[in-house]
Protein backbone atom coordinates (compact mmCIF):
# COMPACT_ATOMS: atom_id res chain seq x y z
CA UNK A 1 0.00 0.00 0.00
CA UNK A 2 1.35 3.32 -0.80
CA UNK A 3 -1.62 5.44 -0.15
CA UNK A 4 -4.22 5.52 2.28
CA UNK A 5 -7.85 6.64 2.21
CA UNK A 6 -9.82 7.53 5.48
CA UNK A 7 -13.42 7.76 4.01
CA UNK A 8 -15.41 9.52 6.16
CA UNK A 9 -19.41 10.55 6.24
CA UNK A 10 -21.41 13.67 6.69
CA UNK A 11 -21.40 16.15 9.22
CA UNK A 12 -18.08 15.31 10.91
CA UNK A 13 -17.30 17.42 13.58
CA UNK A 14 -13.94 18.53 15.79
CA UNK A 15 -13.83 15.68 17.78
CA UNK A 16 -14.45 12.97 16.12
CA UNK A 17 -12.15 14.28 13.29
CA UNK A 18 -9.00 15.18 16.08
CA UNK A 19 -9.80 11.58 16.91
CA UNK A 20 -9.35 9.50 14.09
CA UNK A 21 -6.80 12.00 12.11
CA UNK A 22 -4.11 11.89 15.04
CA UNK A 23 -4.28 8.03 15.31
CA UNK A 24 -4.27 7.24 11.69
CA UNK A 25 -1.40 9.78 11.16
CA UNK A 26 0.81 8.75 14.03
CA UNK A 27 0.41 5.71 12.44
CA UNK A 28 1.39 6.43 8.76
CA UNK A 29 4.15 8.17 10.22
CA UNK A 30 5.69 5.65 11.64
CA UNK A 31 5.40 3.42 9.11
CA UNK A 32 6.08 5.17 5.74
CA UNK A 33 9.04 7.74 8.00
CA UNK A 34 8.72 10.46 5.12
CA UNK A 35 11.63 12.65 4.85
CA UNK A 36 9.56 15.61 4.17
CA UNK A 37 5.80 16.33 4.41
CA UNK A 38 3.23 18.07 1.88
CA UNK A 39 -0.03 19.07 4.12
CA UNK A 40 -3.18 19.78 2.18
CA UNK A 41 -5.30 22.19 4.14
CA UNK A 42 -8.28 22.70 2.00
CA UNK A 43 -10.84 24.89 4.00
CA UNK A 44 -14.34 22.77 2.16
CA UNK A 45 -14.66 21.40 5.08
CA UNK A 46 -14.94 24.11 7.47
CA UNK A 47 -18.68 24.31 9.02
CA UNK A 48 -20.72 26.88 6.65
CA UNK A 49 -18.77 26.26 3.51
CA UNK A 50 -20.81 26.15 0.32
CA UNK A 51 -20.11 23.15 -0.83
CA UNK A 52 -18.16 20.81 1.73
CA UNK A 53 -20.29 19.04 4.14
CA UNK A 54 -18.24 18.71 7.82
CA UNK A 55 -18.77 20.65 11.39
CA UNK A 56 -15.15 21.85 11.81
CA UNK A 57 -14.26 24.76 13.42
CA UNK A 58 -11.15 26.69 13.05
CA UNK A 59 -9.43 25.46 15.57
CA UNK A 60 -10.36 21.86 15.00
CA UNK A 61 -8.97 22.33 11.70
CA UNK A 62 -5.93 24.29 12.52
CA UNK A 63 -5.50 21.11 15.44
CA UNK A 64 -4.97 18.63 13.00
CA UNK A 65 -2.10 21.41 11.29
CA UNK A 66 -0.36 21.28 14.97
CA UNK A 67 -0.22 17.64 15.38
CA UNK A 68 1.81 17.27 12.31
CA UNK A 69 4.19 19.91 13.23
CA UNK A 70 5.34 17.87 16.11
CA UNK A 71 7.04 15.48 13.97
CA UNK A 72 9.80 17.85 13.30
CA UNK A 73 10.23 16.78 9.30
CA UNK A 74 10.12 19.52 6.72
CA UNK A 75 6.82 20.30 6.26
CA UNK A 76 4.91 22.32 3.11
CA UNK A 77 1.57 23.52 3.99
CA UNK A 78 -0.41 24.64 0.54
CA UNK A 79 -3.98 25.99 0.80
CA UNK A 80 -7.02 23.52 -1.13
CA UNK A 81 -10.07 23.77 -1.53
CA UNK A 82 -12.92 26.32 0.13
CA UNK A 83 -15.79 28.00 -1.53
CA UNK A 84 -16.81 30.61 1.39
CA UNK A 85 -14.11 32.88 0.23
CA UNK A 86 -14.38 34.60 3.83
CA UNK A 87 -13.63 31.49 6.02
CA UNK A 88 -10.93 30.66 3.41
CA UNK A 89 -8.70 33.69 4.28
CA UNK A 90 -9.65 33.23 8.38
CA UNK A 91 -8.53 29.16 7.56
CA UNK A 92 -5.30 30.20 6.34
CA UNK A 93 -4.40 33.08 8.29
CA UNK A 94 -5.61 31.53 11.41
CA UNK A 95 -2.87 28.28 10.49
CA UNK A 96 0.04 30.60 9.48
CA UNK A 97 -0.35 31.71 12.90
CA UNK A 98 -0.25 27.96 14.33
CA UNK A 99 2.56 27.07 12.05
CA UNK A 100 4.37 30.50 13.42
CA UNK A 101 3.54 29.46 17.17
CA UNK A 102 1.98 33.02 17.30
CA UNK A 103 -1.64 33.60 18.83
CA UNK A 104 -3.88 35.96 17.06
CA UNK A 105 -6.58 38.29 17.92
CA UNK A 106 -10.07 37.25 17.49
CA UNK A 107 -11.21 40.88 15.79
CA UNK A 108 -10.01 41.21 12.40
CA UNK A 109 -8.03 44.39 11.33
CA UNK A 110 -10.12 46.73 9.45
CA UNK A 111 -8.49 46.65 5.61
CA UNK A 112 -10.45 47.53 2.21
CA UNK A 113 -12.47 43.92 2.06
CA UNK A 114 -13.23 44.30 6.16
CA UNK A 115 -16.97 45.22 5.95
CA UNK A 116 -17.46 43.28 2.33
CA UNK A 117 -16.20 39.53 3.33
CA UNK A 118 -16.54 39.66 7.14
CA UNK A 119 -19.65 40.70 8.42
CA UNK A 120 -20.48 37.11 7.98
CA UNK A 121 -19.09 36.13 11.73
CA UNK A 122 -19.54 39.56 13.49
CA UNK A 123 -16.12 40.60 12.00
CA UNK A 124 -14.08 37.66 14.47
CA UNK A 125 -11.63 35.12 13.16
CA UNK A 126 -14.05 31.99 13.89
CA UNK A 127 -16.20 29.57 11.78
CA UNK A 128 -20.10 30.70 12.54
CA UNK A 129 -21.94 27.56 11.21
CA UNK A 130 -25.07 29.32 9.03
CA UNK A 131 -26.79 25.37 9.88
CA UNK A 132 -25.73 22.09 11.21
CA UNK A 133 -25.49 19.27 9.28
CA UNK A 134 -26.18 15.83 11.22
CA UNK A 135 -23.29 13.55 12.03
CA UNK A 136 -23.42 10.14 10.26
CA UNK A 137 -20.03 9.61 11.86
CA UNK A 138 -21.14 6.53 14.31
CA UNK A 139 -18.37 5.90 16.81
CA UNK A 140 -18.59 1.67 15.65
CA UNK A 141 -18.10 3.26 11.85
CA UNK A 142 -15.26 5.41 12.99
CA UNK A 143 -13.55 2.35 15.00
CA UNK A 144 -14.09 0.17 11.69
CA UNK A 145 -12.27 2.92 9.51
CA UNK A 146 -9.59 3.06 11.66
CA UNK A 147 -9.53 -1.03 12.40
CA UNK A 148 -9.53 -1.42 8.22
CA UNK A 149 -6.90 1.10 7.84
CA UNK A 150 -4.51 -0.12 10.69
CA UNK A 151 -4.71 -3.26 9.10
CA UNK A 152 -4.08 -2.21 5.71
CA UNK A 153 -0.34 -0.18 7.15
CA UNK A 154 0.31 -3.08 9.32
CA UNK A 155 1.03 -4.88 5.51
CA UNK A 156 3.88 -2.96 4.56
CA UNK A 157 6.99 -4.40 6.52
CA UNK A 158 8.85 -1.68 6.13
CA UNK A 159 9.12 2.27 5.28
CA UNK A 160 9.33 2.51 1.37
CA UNK A 161 11.84 4.80 0.29
CA UNK A 162 13.92 4.77 -3.05
CA UNK A 163 18.22 4.94 -2.68
CA UNK A 164 19.73 8.34 -3.03
CA UNK A 165 22.98 8.59 -4.82
CA UNK A 166 25.54 11.45 -5.60
CA UNK A 167 25.60 13.17 -8.81
CA UNK A 168 28.80 12.57 -10.63
CA UNK A 169 30.68 15.62 -11.39
CA UNK A 170 30.30 16.97 -15.13
CA UNK A 171 33.99 15.77 -15.50
CA UNK A 172 32.97 11.86 -14.94
CA UNK A 173 30.17 12.56 -17.90
CA UNK A 174 30.73 11.29 -21.26
CA UNK A 175 30.73 13.31 -24.04
CA UNK A 176 28.81 12.48 -27.35
CA UNK A 177 29.57 13.50 -30.71
CA UNK A 178 26.28 15.56 -31.73
CA UNK A 179 27.21 14.27 -35.56
CA UNK A 180 27.74 10.68 -34.80
CA UNK A 181 24.10 11.22 -33.33
CA UNK A 182 22.22 12.63 -35.72
CA UNK A 183 24.02 10.56 -38.58
CA UNK A 184 20.84 9.71 -40.84
CA UNK A 185 22.78 6.38 -41.89
CA UNK A 186 22.70 5.15 -38.30
CA UNK A 187 19.47 6.40 -37.23
CA UNK A 188 17.75 4.24 -40.36
CA UNK A 189 19.79 1.02 -39.87
CA UNK A 190 22.57 1.88 -41.98
CA UNK A 191 22.05 1.42 -46.10
CA UNK A 192 20.28 -1.48 -46.00
CA UNK A 193 17.80 0.14 -43.77
CA UNK A 194 17.59 3.28 -46.81
CA UNK A 195 17.10 0.45 -49.42
CA UNK A 196 13.88 -1.09 -47.99
CA UNK A 197 11.97 2.29 -47.48
CA UNK A 198 9.56 2.73 -50.82
CA UNK A 199 8.55 5.45 -52.33
CA UNK A 200 4.93 5.41 -53.98
CA UNK A 201 4.47 6.53 -57.44
CA UNK A 202 1.42 8.79 -56.24
CA UNK A 203 3.00 10.43 -53.15
CA UNK A 204 2.50 14.21 -53.39
CA UNK A 205 5.36 15.14 -50.80
CA UNK A 206 8.64 14.20 -51.03
CA UNK A 207 9.32 14.31 -46.85
CA UNK A 208 8.02 12.89 -44.47
CA UNK A 209 5.88 16.40 -43.26
CA UNK A 210 1.96 16.67 -44.38
CA UNK A 211 0.65 19.28 -46.29
CA UNK A 212 0.39 21.35 -43.23
CA UNK A 213 4.38 21.88 -42.87
CA UNK A 214 4.33 20.19 -39.72
Given at each position: YYSVNVPLCDGMDDNGFRAIFKSVMQKVMDVYQPGAVVLQCGADSLAA???GCFNLSLDGHADCVKFMKRFNVPLL???????????VARCWTYE???????????DIPQHDFYYEYYSDADYKLKVVPTFTIENLNTKTY???VKQQVMENL????????????EV????L???FDEDELLNVDERYGGQAGKDKEVTRDDEFYDS???HDGD
Open positions: DRLVTGGGGYTKSNTAALLDRTLKELQNRALEHAPGVAMHPPDSIPEDGD
